[in-house]
């Protein structure tokens, strides 16, 4: 049984799917950082979220061009800044946990440099953070999980901690490293985790019983762990889909 399951709002359908099933969301609305600024495209967001009420658990912060190991300290600063903001969008909210990729860009960062500079990015980040808040750094085109856990085991603070995105560690250019074998690393490390399917190919987002990831092997090893780890099924659509197999497993109540 998942301790917690959530919705992507990139799926349009999911606040109505998150009221009909009972689950919670995670709030991709902020993805792009100009959607937190421009008021224009804030303005229906911050309704649409309100709305929302305490189904809105897990703030995903914004992710394109923002590098915290970034080579340029201006550009450092940049994602710097937009972080933050994002943080204080997520305590406007109510919203204690926030999600933000590490940004490892292959052939440009060399792993080390990754490493060492993301720790110095994210132990700043944290200083003014509150006790409550909860940083899940996420894999994307990391080839290996030990980059992400050495990162957290780095900065040496439990307010940061894991989110293993499955279908990313799954995409054969990224990483040929099983999933299993990339949960078994995280794992003292793990908190959070996108939960969605694809055919090795290409990061797809499919239902949980198209692709070539054993979700039930998956589900399997989270309840197993001793800490509970939250879900997030994260599909642009079709999420019913998944509610319905995950229901159908036995891995969570329905309403």
Known sequence: MLSELNLATIDPDA????EEYGV???????????????????????????SFGERARIFHAPFNELFPCAIDPQIRAVA???????????????I???????????????????????IDFWKAFLADKPDSFVLCLENVLEPQPELLCDIVAGV???????????????????????????LEVCAPYLSHLHLHNNDHSWDWHRPLGEGTI????????LKALPQPVS?????????????????????????
């Open 15 to 18: 606040p109505a799917l998150a």
């Open 24 to 50: 919670g969301l995670e709030l991709d609305e902020f993805c792009t950082a100009v959607n937190m600024d421009d008021p224009e495209l804030f303005a229906p967001r911050d309704a649409r979220i309100r």
């Open 80 to 94: 710097r800044r937009r972080l933050d903001q994002a943080a204080a969008y997520a305590r406007h909210y109510g």
């Open 96 to 118: 204690s946990r926030m999600v933000a990729h590490g940004n490892y860009l292959p052939n440009v960062y060399f792993p080390r440099w990754y490493v060492e500079q993301s």
């Open 156 to 182: 040496n603070d439990p307010r940061c901690r894991l989110c293993l995105d499955i279908g990313h560690a799954n995409v054969a250019c990224v990483s040929d490293i099983p999933v299993i074998r990339w």
């Open 214 to 221: 054993d979700a039930a092997a998956v589900l399997n090893f």
């Open 231 to 255: 879900v997030t099924l994260e599909h642009p659509e079709r999420s019913r889909e998944s509610l319905l197999w995950l229901a159908d497993g036995g891995w969570f109540p329905l309403a």
